[in-house]
């Protein structure tokens, strides 16, 4: 009889928080690192926990997705038409679509992934925060937009002064002798 060799160590990587406004669509994402290739034995679970003490899932995380030998398990009915896997196992690309995010979806996710024989590893974890639109963090874009216009209205302005100082300098040399 042949024993099995050792269990290998599998990392896994999720976005500690994503925010994403109520109603729209919000990727969690989860990669793997494994010293194995990829093949059908390759799993991946996805459990959620709420974090609302009254919601059903606050207890204990559930399993709301699950793909072995190539086929997609979906879990529990409230995530059941609305969760999507978008990643691709053979890029170690584990990550899903919730669409639309609701904001009883706020909690935690976690994403395991076991890819024999590396299957001993720390499931991953991600914070969803559905928020708002109003809640939402702005973007930078208008804020450097705003001061690149208010630079260059300085510097023409900066500009004009220096013309018209040059001129009115010039003059009184015209005027001395």
């Known amino acids: 009889m042949v024993a099995p060799g050792p269990a290998s160590a599998i990392d896994i990587?999720?976005?500690s928080e994503v925010t994403v406004e109520n109603g729209t669509a919000g990727i969690l994402r989860c990669t793997f690192?494994?010293?194995e290739v990829v093949t059908k034995d390759t799993t991946v679970t996805w459990s959620f926990?709420?974090?609302?003490?009254?919601?059903?899932?606050?207890?204990?995380?559930?399993?709301?997705?699950?793909f072995s030998n190539g086929k997609e398990y979906p879990g529990t009915d409230e995530f059941k038409e609305r969760l999507r896997f978008i990643g691709d196992i053979n890029k170690k690309d584990a990550s899903i679509q919730l669409s639309p995010a609701l904001f009883s979806d706020n909690g935690t996710f976690f994403c395991d992934v076991k890819n024999?024989?590396?299957?001993?590893?720390?499931?991953?974890?991600?914070?969803?925060?559905v928020v708002l639109k109003e809640s939402m963090p702005q973007s930078n874009i208008k804020i450097i937009i705003g001061a690149v216009c208010g630079a260059l209205i300085l510097l023409?302005?900066?500009?004009?002064?220096?013309?018209?100082?040059?001129?009115?300098?010039?003059n009184r040399h015209d005027y001395e002798g």
Do not use: W
């Open 33 to 35: 690192k494994s010293s």
């Open 49 to 66: 926990q709420s974090n609302q003490p009254d919601h059903q899932y606050s207890k204990a995380p559930y399993v709301i997705y699950y």
């Open 116 to 129: 024999p024989p590396d299957v001993t590893g720390t499931q991953a974890r991600t914070e969803l925060r």
């Open 156 to 170: 023409i302005f900066i500009a004009v002064a220096a013309c018209f100082a040059i001129r009115v300098l010039h």
């Open 13 to 15: 990587y999720t976005d």
